[in-house]
């Protein structure tokens, strides 16, 4: 896939860095990051993080999805004032709000989970990139799906589920292993 | 991430191919794959893919997940009397269900998204591995979560979300651009 024209050197570096991220690492090094630094992300980088969303598996292979991409600083900022935890969004070079839409979904009660499957898609593309977000919780907390709802002029039919800012790491985290023996089970409880 | 000893000259070959998968490469090559052919899945594969599950991020890093890996043949065809859409976990070497742990859950209203993302986790990492797998859907349909709960002696507190099957692909399914411009939007609706 094209990465499209770099526009800044920062950027470059970060490319060469990340461009052969292996799958695995990519999973085990994604991180909730907070903080961004100054810098710009393309659209081209934007619209390979949108291919791999629309990539995720989804009921009946449905796509019940829609994204709304914010570039516009005012309109970041009034969605801090919605957002309890989102005032990165003040410094982060764009966010993506992942919505359900209820009217392309043939199963009904599945659109969560295809739109989660999205947004994680989202995050590791994010990473990949060498660009940094967090997922940022709406869906089912009705003040912020009613807050973005009017922000943004969705139709009803429309639920906003997560805001995943876009932004050049200002914070570095390392690896951390997870892993717990005690949360795998083997053929029963 | 070690990948532990390589059990038949079948993973070797495929381990190659895919060893170096780039990560954005990966997110775009993942298909639902519903045939498998004979071939084990070491137990260190089954490790690796945990925990990239267990990466994912959660909300407030609750990770309120639990998950079942299932290699015996019997259970294996038992889930298939419960799920009318899991005929192929007669042929998967093994399946890991992913559970939500209301019990670990902080924050109430997120587990289905946290688990979600675990699972999405699971999807990329199998593929990544050299293996396939397919989402297959459990919560909310009632009589699936039952059955499963029953099957495997769950407690109250426990819900089966979905059921990965791990096996060598018995089908061949290439790269899919579902990029779709219609469903992205720009600061407004």
Known sequence: MSYGM???ESIILRRKEVLDL???EALLTRRSIRKYKQGDVPDSAVKD???AAMSAPS???QQPWQFIVVRDRQ???KMTEIHPSAQMLKEAALAIVVCGDLSLEKYKGW???DCSAAMENMLLAIH???FSSVWLGVYPRQERVEGLRKLFGLPEHVVPLAIA???LPGEKKGKENRYAESKVHRDKW
Chains 1, 2 share one sequence.
């Open 59 to 61: 009921a009946g292979n």
């Open 6 to 8: 770099l526009l800044s």
């Open 49 to 51: 993080v949108l291919t």
């Open 75 to 77: 309109t970041l900022v």
């Open 128 to 130: 990949a990139g060498g």
């Open 111 to 113: 659109w969560v989970q």
């Open 22 to 24: 292996d799958a695995v």
């Open 165 to 167: 800012p876009v932004g």
